[in-house]
């Protein structure tokens, strides 16, 4: 057996993505589970291997969109066997002791680790993730497209599931890029109406593809007039824009709420009177945890959810990465780290 493997990795803070030789990682905890990676989704977050996390070290391999088969489990596992199909996502393990872990919130664990932040991801031809972090995936599912399910997918469908907004009620998903064309799928295929917003005459075509029943062109001026006709109960954002986001908010509906899951860093202008007077909420949600994963992944296989991919090999990483940060893949990417023919 190879006791090396070929990665991408950052060797040192504010370095640039690397390929490199390294030695094949080994299982040193009973509960931990060792991949033969096929495929890793690349995602914006990734980044953060680059420049800094609470708890980082380098080097550090990226991706938290890993998914392959099982090669090896600690004594301790019972969940995984050897050749079974898992993949890894944002959430890398609890410590089930923390007042949110207590309380059933894996993902919000205060010690809670981040797979390719905490330990090495899935830039790699194999990698180590403890049991808790790591979901089955469906055999009906191929590779590249499971691996954005792992963090895109999880973020969308979770959310929207958990915000007892009745089936046959109106969303509306604001933007439609990784996130946003999951979303609208997984929206419509749970039973939603779906209202897509974005900026474009041109997106039309591909958001009624998707499965939006109607479709917003933000970029004239009477959008937010057209979405408050329509009355949505909820409102997805998924575009990284604080005045985008701000500027749906008089659309929404009576008791409707306003989901964010965008990683919006500016400060929003917010009418609390609003709030107040139509009963309305604004939510953020961080995705979940390993079992939200596997109803994900199940959901996606039963209902044909598929996300949009742009393949690349491991050797062109940085090339994917970089790509994806510029906005210039449709719409997710994915590094095939075994052929792509066996994806």
């Known amino acids: 057996m190879d006791s090396t493997m070929r990665c991408a990795r950052f060797a040192q803070q504010n370095g640039e993505l690397e390929l490199a030789v390294v030695p094949v990682p080994k299982i040193t905890q009973t509960n931990q589970v060792k991949i033969k990676v096929y495929s890793c989704g690349v995602c914006h977050s990734d980044v953060l291997g680059k420049y800094g996390f609470p708890g980082i070290s380098w ?30 996502g944002w959430f890398g393990g609890h410590c089930a002791t923390c007042n949110p872990c207590l309380d059933n919130e894996w993902v919000c664990c205060q010690k809670g680790q981040v797979c390719g932040i905490h330990y090495d991801g899935g830039y790699a031809e194999q990698m180590i993730a403890p049991e808790d972090a790591c979901a089955l995936v469906p055999e009906e599912l191929d590779f590249k497209h499971s691996g954005p399910l792992m963090c895109a997918g999880i973020t969308v469908y979770n959310s929207i599931r958990q915000q007892d907004i009745k089936v046959g009620s109106l969303v509306c998903i604001q933007g439609i890029g990784g996130l946003g064309h999951l979303a609208i799928q997984f929206a419509r295929k749970m039973g939603y109406e779906v209202v897509a917003f974005s900026g474009g005459a041109d997106k039309r075509d591909l958001a009624l593809k998707l499965g939006a029943n109607h479709y917003i062109d933000g970029s004239q001026p009477d959008a937010i007039e057209q979405l408050t006709k329509l009355s949505p109960k909820l409102i997805v954002t998924t575009s990284p824009s604080a005045k985008a986001a701000e500027s749906l908010l008089p659309a929404l509906a009576t008791c409707g709420k306003f989901l964010l899951l965008a990683a ?3 400060p929003m202008n917010i009418n609390p009177l609003q709030l ?4 309305q909420s604004i939510v953020g949600f961080p995705s979940g945890d390993s079992r939200d994963s596997e ?5 996606a296989a ?25 906005n210039r893949i449709r719409f997710r990417g994915v590094l095939s780290i075994v052929p792509e023919d066996q994806l």
Request: charged residues 30%; without cysteine; hydrophobic residues 45%.
């Open 59 to 88: 080097p550090r391999i990226p991706g938290h969109e890993a998914v392959g088969r099982v090669l090896e489990v600690g004594s301790a596992v019972t969940r995984f066997k050897v050749g079974d199909k898992i993949g890894v």
């Open 264 to 266: 919006i860093t500016d």
């Open 276 to 279: 107040l007077l139509k009963k």
């Open 295 to 299: 109803d994900t992944l199940k959901f």
């Open 302 to 326: 039963i209902n044909n959810v598929q996300a949009m991919v742009e393949v690349f090999p491991l050797e062109k990483a940085a090339e994917a990465l970089g790509k994806m940060l510029e």
